[in-house]
């Protein structure tokens, strides 16, 4: 069983940056999945970014790319999701997740996830 806990969410302006922390306690193995999640009111969960376990390289979706960066200290267990260029329709709930099974490329279907953490609310104002 994994445990994922997020923090760092907030109310921030149009321009701004926020930091968004994940720690992951429970049993995770290298190379499975762990990811960054959204969900906007009335909109279906979307991928954001993924790493795999004790692996730095990291996938984005379209809409993140070039302005988020995704990071994981394994050391402290703990992944990050740095937001910045934070626009409007960034507002979200925001989810980390991990998966059971290694998968390459890293997966970009909730489905494909088996652990989730309860969120964090990013609202960004226009």
């Known amino acids: 069983q994994v445990q994922l806990v997020e923090s760092g969410g907030g109310l921030v302006q149009a321009g701004a940056s926020l930091k968004l922390s994940c720690v992951v306690s429970g049993r995770i193995l290298s190379g499975l999945p762990v990811g960054w999640f959204r969900q906007a009111p009335g909109k279906e969960r979307e991928f954001v970014a993924g790493i795999l376990w004790r692996d730095a390289r990291a996938r984005y979706s379209d809409s993140v790319k070039g302005r988020f960066t995704m990071s994981g200290d394994f050391t402290k267990s703990t992944v990050y999701l740095e937001m910045n260029s934070l626009k409007f329709e960034d507002t979200a709930v925001y989810y980390c997740?991990?998966?059971?099974?290694?998968?390459?490329?890293?997966?970009?279907?909730?489905?494909?996830?088996?652990?989730w953490g309860q969120g964090t609310q990013v609202t960004v104002s226009a």
């Open positions: 997740a991990s998966g059971k099974k290694i998968l390459l490329p890293v997966p970009a279907r909730a489905d494909e996830y088996d652990y």
